[in-house]
Nanobody, 120 residues
C-alpha cells in the first residue's frame, strides 16, 4: 500500500516558524500530488497546500499565502511545509495527503497527523 509519515509539529510562539515533513513510501509516492490539510478543534478539515511531484506546481489556501511554502524533494520522496509568521489560528492537527484532487478535499492516502500549537 504505502505510507505517509509526518514529522515536525510542535509548540511555537506567535510569529515563530515550523517546518513539517512528510515522507512517502510505496504507492503513495506515485500519486499525482502531495499536500497538507489541517483540522482545528471543532472545525472541519481544510485544505492548506499542495504540490505536484512532476512539475512542482503549487496551490495554497488564501489564509496562508505569503506565510507558508510547500516544497518537495523528489529523490527523498518527501514534501515539506515551511510555516512562517505563525498565528494562534494556525493551531491544528496537520495531515499529509496524497492524490490527484487535493484542492477539492479528496485524497487517496492520509498521514496520521501532527499537532501544531501556536501560543499567543
Amino acid at each position: 500500500q504505502g505510507q505517509l509519515v509526518e514529522s515536525g509539529g510542535g509548540l511555537v510562539q506567535a510569529g515563530g516558524s515550523l517546518r513539517l515533513s512528510c515522507a512517502a513510501s510505496g504507492r503513495t509516492s506515485s500519486s499525482y500530488a502531495m499536500g497538507w490539510f489541517r483540522q482545528a478543534p471543532g472545525k472541519e478539515r481544510e485544505f492548506v497546500a499542495a504540490i505536484t511531484w512532476r512539475s512542482g506546481i503549487t496551490d495554497y489556501v488564501d489564509s496562508i499565502k505569503g506565510r507558508f511554502t510547500i516544497s518537495r524533494d523528489n529523490a527523498k520522496k518527501t514534501v515539506y511545509l515551511q510555516m512562517n509568521s505563525l498565528k494562534p489560528e494556525d493551531t491544528a492537527v496537520y495531515y499529509c495527503a496524497a492524490g490527484s484532487s487535493l484542492v477539492s478535499g479528496v485524497a487517496d492516502y492520509w498521514g496520521q497527523g501532527t499537532q501544531v500549537t501556536v501560543s499567543s
